[in-house]
């Protein structure tokens, strides 16, 4: 199988099908959870697919220059930005716009949730703050006892080097807003534990088609279903978080109140709903 195919067939099917719903939600005039209507859908996404590219594409190039993976050249076209594929750069944006599309389905279809209150919201900001930043640090230590000692190490490479580079904005989305997230975690669990089961059933396919290949010396020796390395669930569980939180962060009245710029002012005044107006 080749890698567009993979794509084609994997990814390209439930971007068709999750279009569709949205389309016809449009059509049908079908409300948005009013929390989340700050922003189009559209614009995150497409604001998402930049950021996603350009922050990805030094760590997936170091990971396919030190031979934490690598792709058959006999199933790519050939063309490569750096050492990736030009497949890999695709993948980041398509993975982007399903998951996305994905939040605006839900986002479609979930009630309205209740606003908390100050000490609440702080209270939940800083215990999710507090516990990512400790496994940050973690992982961020484990990628570097791989660097210093890789005897003992190595096989925790890819885990480090996922988790430590995955595990940072996500940290900063918590410092922003984890109890917006977990205000509306009808639509962030769903919108990121479908995605990645999904994906990491479909890389199992890849894997077996020898599409891409992953070093089991920089890997752990464990094989979910006795073939897909534990890291690659990862990896699709840390980036749909980062699209997923992400997504809901930028579509939320309540994150537009906390950027003192001259941009939400004006969100604000042109599409705040009321019951935001009167907290103001």
Known sequence: MTYFNFLAIFIGIPIGILWLVNNWDNRSKRPITPSLSALQGWTVIRILIVVAVIYTTPWDNYLVATGVWWYNPELVTGFTIGWVPIEEYTFFVVQTI???????????????????????????????????????????????????????????????????????????????????????RRIVIPAILIPSIYLSLADTVALGEGTWVIDPQQSLPVLLGGILPIEEAIFFTITNTLVVMGMTLALAWESQKRIPSK???????????????QEQ
């Open 263 to 277: 941009w939400a002012d004006r969100l604000r005044q042109s599409k705040l709903p009321a019951q935001y107006v």
């Open 98 to 184: 399903m998951t996305g599309l994905l939040v605006m389905v839900l986002a479609r279809r979930v009630p309205p949730v209740q606003t908390m209150n100050a000490p609440e919201s702080r209270s939940i900001r800083l215990t999710a703050t507090v516990i990512v930043s400790l496994i940050w640090i973690a992982c961020t230590i484990v990628l570097i006892l791989s660097f210093i000692s890789p005897n003992e190490w190595k096989q925790w490479t890819y885990f480090g080097l996922e988790t430590s580079w995955g595990l940072f904005p996500i940290l900063i989305q918590m410092i922003v807003g984890a109890d917006i997230l977990w205000s509306h």
